[in-house]
């Protein structure tokens, strides 16, 4: 169900003449609840958006307190009344952007507001079946329950759209520096090439980095990397470049080490189990820290099932 007020607030944020049609368009989303961390979400997704032309949806999921089969009359008017309070509270947050415009045309960044009744894992999953949607935008900050939905949601892990998540006090700004950590699990080359395409857009620098953690596998680990390099001109892509690291600690402690010493702007990483993200978000002491500390946003891609 969405509230007919959609509709005035997207005539008001849709150029008269588009130079680009939204129909062809790729889609960024991002799941708002009108807090500070919404707002450094969105301003993420439309810096995005802005250099790679694609449409943000911000969405907001509600529901009623009240059975619809206990009244139906009250649960309908909850419903009608959280609709317009959010819509309310998206043209608001609309009005920020109404001059940011797409780089090299001037039309202004499209921005659909929507609100989505009914359970998230329902609703997220009619969007990612109305819409092309190529990445989505969490704040750490979100509730777990929508992290874990965007997470481990069938559907969005099905059209492997990889997950941007926004450390609190972060603040936007375009890419200068990107690192993919590789795990050599067949679809890397996948992966880059959807990050060149990012980091092409921003002239930014992409590192793809494989951590070693047994010195007897060194050398077969450097082949690995040197087939995956072997995949891609790195004259066309001369900001692109590849490599293995040794750390006899883990995977954790080189990456660590690495991003404590080049500073990227965003750590590209594989979710390869449930717990990845209580993990990586509640180790006090591991990348999360680094994160929050540097406002580095990670990427997260999920294995392909």
């Known amino acids: 169900m969405v509230s007919t007020l959609e509709s005035s607030i997207k005539e008001q944020h849709t150029h008269t003449t588009p130079l680009i049609s939204e129909k062809n368009m790729e889609h960024i989303l991002v799941p708002i609840n ?3 961390a919404t707002d450094i979400s969105l301003a993420h997704a439309v810096g995005i958006a802005q250099t790679s032309h694609k449409v943000v949806i911000m969405c907001h999921f509600v529901t009623s307190t009240i059975p619809a089969g206990a009244n139906m009359n009250l649960h309908k008017r909850e419903i009608k009344e959280k609709h317009e309070k959010a819509y309310m509270e998206m043209r608001v947050l609309l009005s920020r952007y109404e001059n940011h415009t797409y780089n090299g045309t001037g039309q202004p960044v499209m921005i659909e507001p929507l609100v989505m009744e009914g359970h998230p894992d329902d609703a997220t999953e009619k969007i990612m079946q109305d819409n092309v949607i190529a990445m989505i935008v969490l704040s750490h900050k979100d509730s777990s329950e ?3 939905l965007f997470l481990n949601n069938k559907v969005v892990r099905e059209a492997n ?3 941007l998540t926004i450390p609190e006090d972060a603040t936007y700004k ?3 520096y990107v690192v993919y950590a590789a795990n ?3 679809n890397d080359a996948t992966r880059i090439r959807d990050l060149i395409e990012l980091t092409s857009n921003f002239d930014a620098k992409l590192d793809c980095l494989h951590v070693c953690t047994d010195g007897k596998k060194l ?4 082949e690995k990397m040197q087939e995956l390099q072997a995949e891609f001109d790195v004259v066309l892509f001369s900001k692109l470049s590849f490599k293995v690291i040794r750390d006899s600690k883990s995977v954790t402690n080189g ?4 991003l404590s010493n080049h500073k990227p702007d965003i750590l590209v990483m594989l979710k390869t189990e449930k717990t990845f993200f209580k993990k990586l978000f509640g180790n006090k002491e591991s990348i999360r820290k680094m994160a ?3 406002g580095m946003p990670i990427m997260i891609y999920r294995e392909p099932k």
């Open 34 to 36: 009108f807090t500070p």
């Open 146 to 148: 929508i992290k874990d």
């Open 161 to 163: 759209c990889p997950i």
């Open 174 to 176: 375009p890419l200068e």
């Open 184 to 186: 050599f699990d067949g």
């Open 219 to 222: 050398r077969e680990e450097n």
């Open 255 to 258: 990456l660590e080490n690495y």
């Open 292 to 294: 929050l500390d540097n």
